[in-house]
């Protein structure tokens, strides 16, 4: 699949935030994970499920090797026109 340029910008700049708000991490884990997504738009304008996989995709390398891992997503909407963000929420599935 061809990623936009605005997908590519999107990635970077959702990983590059994702990397300066977690601790460094010395070994990304490779052990399945849960994620919980809050996606906080200025509307309620758009799909909600068009935000996953981006986000999901901007997240490896970072809370997880490869998206791969995520056995559990759950993701909810919310709207604040002036601070638009998306909130992620992570811990890895224990059997």
Same mark, same amino acid.
């Given at each position: 699949?061809?990623?936009?340029? *605005?997908?590519?910008?999107?990635?970077?700049?959702?990983?590059?935030?994702?990397?300066?708000?977690?601790?460094?991490?010395?070994?990304?884990?490779?052990?399945?994970?849960?994620?919980?997504?809050?996606?906080? =738009?200025?509307?309620?304008?758009?799909?909600?499920?068009?935000?996953?996989?981006?986000?999901?995709?901007?997240?490896?390398?970072?809370?997880?090797?490869? *998206?791969?891992?995520? =056995?559990?997503?759950?993701?909810?909407?919310?709207?604040?026109?002036? *601070?638009?963000?998306?909130?992620?929420?992570?811990?890895?599935?224990?059997?």
């Amino acid at each position: 699949m061809l990623v936009s340029r *605005d997908g590519r910008d999107y990635r970077k700049a959702a990983h590059a935030a994702a990397a300066r708000q977690l601790p460094p991490i010395v070994q990304v884990p490779s052990a399945p994970v849960s994620v919980d997504l809050l996606v906080v =738009t200025p509307t309620k304008a758009g799909d909600l499920d068009n935000r996953i996989k981006p986000t999901l995709d901007a997240l490896q390398g970072v809370i997880y090797t490869d *998206d791969r891992q995520v =056995t559990e997503i759950s993701v909810r909407r919310g709207v604040d026109r002036s *601070d638009p963000r998306v909130e992620v929420r992570w811990s890895e599935v224990t059997a």
